[in-house]
């Protein structure tokens, strides 16, 4: 086992002036994510799911919530002390890693998606992972932002193919302090 989810904390004041704290995602994490999915814009949730769904089963949440972080990495970013965002990276069969990130619609288009972003490309750099797949619909112009720095491998069928760099201060511009 390569790393400790030490690597995947970061405290971070954003170019407005957003302080922003990453974490592992931890279990008793549940009840605040499923009221954050509860509020979350019909528009994003369609985003991130590709469906209407507003509640998860709990099987679904501790899937989600108990992870290895090897296999399956999962971190939340923290605004003024609440869950304002969530991304993860989970290892599939030929050893690439599907990512999926969500942001609280009221902080969205601030950086927290990039920082998230970043957070999990330097972890899946860490962990051996070389690349990540994204199934992103066609409309989502940020989530196709948030994955245009890395080099792009494909795109099939929604899902957008990009290279994880061996060396990922090679490539963040991070708008951050
Ligand atoms: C995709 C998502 C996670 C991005 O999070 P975010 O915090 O808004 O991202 P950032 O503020 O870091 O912006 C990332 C990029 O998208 C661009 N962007 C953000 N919102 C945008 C919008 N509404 N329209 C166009 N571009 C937008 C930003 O300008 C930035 O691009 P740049 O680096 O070239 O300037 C967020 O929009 C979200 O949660 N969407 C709903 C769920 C979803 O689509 N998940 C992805 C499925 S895998």
Excluded: K
């Amino acid at each position: 086992m390569c790393c400790m989810a030490d690597d995947l904390h970061r405290h971070v004041t954003l170019r407005d002036g957003l302080v922003v704290d990453v974490r592992p995602i931890e279990e008793t994490d549940e009840a605040e994510l499923r009221a954050g999915l509860s509020i979350l814009s019909p528009q994003s949730r369609y985003l991130r799911f590709h469906s209407e769904r507003s509640s998860l089963t709990a099987e679904e949440w501790r899937y989600l919530t108990v992870v290895d972080q090897q296999r399956h990495i999962a971190v939340v970013a923290v605004v003024d002390g609440r869950i304002a965002g969530v991304a993860r990276a989970i290892v599939v069969d030929d050893g690439a890693a599907e990512v999926a990130f969500v942001v609280a619609d009221e902080v969205q288009r601030r950086g927290v998606g990039t920082l998230l972003r970043d957070v999990l490309v330097d972890a899946a750099a860490a962990r051996g992972i070389r690349t990540l797949r994204a199934n992103v619909l066609a409309q989502n112009a940020p989530m196709r932002r948030l994955l245009a720095p890395l080099e792009r491998i494909g795109e099939r069928d929604g899902v957008i193919e990009v290279r994880v760099p061996r060396d990922t201060r090679e490539w963040q511009g991070l708008p951050f302090t």
